[in-house]
């Protein structure tokens, strides 16, 4: 079968390796979809694990093999995969910290060599622990959108950390993809989402995901339902929308010390700020102890998916009120995979999410 193989820093090769075995306990998936995500973005950019990987784990295919011992899937059922399950019985997982589980850690889908997710290749092996994440697509939706269902989850998992109440206000940091989704879920819990970001394209698709008010941080007087847009500053427009008294939680959905920082200073009292693209490690930043420690400011990070969440997040996406096709924006073929990722590390104006796409499918 064909695969995108990782061999170093920035080197993706399209390659013939051998269709994954799979043992009795296993199911064999045939691709169909796979998002391009950040994460392995930047594993393929600062070349960060060793080579040779074959990498994607946004996958969703068709089932094309049962092992005899696995219950509850059918050859040619359409699915969404989950490669990270915890075991919910260490110490983590009685903490619900489950991206912190050591069962967690490992990957469970591959197409070849140490498990990477595989979504890069035309088929995947899908391992016994990570079966519970498996989701089946209904008829009517695509798989589109069961790929996108463990960036969503991922997002999900995020808001839920957060304290919030109906009517709050809270600040969405970038609108790309993950900030899209972001708006859209704090709106569906009745959540006043100012939406911020540098292009007006992405302003305008937060409005229709659900922004009460949108603002471009380079131009703070564009902004979208302020009767009086004489705002000089983002602060100013939190001071008026808030009747002074701060936003309630900020979230960093673009990795920008400098909107970390301002959103800390935005938050109220107790309010909440969540970091949720700060993943490069060894990134420092200054901090505002006192305002943590006096003014009871929480700091969050929010990393990974939870896979108990998987029930909900498919029916936010199958039933289309997170409509995740309205993301896409471009469609590569497996062997374009390089220029997908390129793409999706180096976004233009009118890039959102990208996918690597097997089948013929239009949005």
Known sequence: MRAVVYRGANDLRVEEVP?????????LVKVAVCGVCPTDIKKIQ?????PPRIFGHETAGTIVRVGSRARGFREGERVALH?????????????????QCRQYKRTGITAGFEPAGGGYAEYVRVMPFVLPGVVKIPRRNDFVEGAMLEPVNTVLKAVKRLAL???DTVLVAGQGPIGLMFTR????????????????SRLRLAKQFGAKWVCNV????????????KERSLGELVQRITSGRGLDAAVMAVPSDVAMREAQQLVRGAGQVLLFSHTKRGDMAPLDLASICVDEKDLLGSYSADFRLQSEVARLVFSRQLDTRKLITHQFPLAETAAAVELAAHPSDSSLKIVVNQEDIVL
Do not use: W
């Open 165 to 167: 109440l109906p009517g």
């Open 46 to 50: 600062y070349g960060t694990v060793p």
């Open 83 to 99: 490669h990270h399950v915890p075991c919910m019985k260490c110490h983590a997982c009685r903490h619900h910290a489950f991206a």
């Open 185 to 200: 879920l704090l709106a569906l819990q009745g959540i006043n989402v100012l939406a911020t970001d540098l292009l007006e």
């Open 218 to 229: 380079q131009n703070p007087k564009s902004v979208v339902r302020s009767p009086k847009p």
């Open 19 to 27: 269709v994954p075995k799979i043992r009795g306990d296993e199911l």
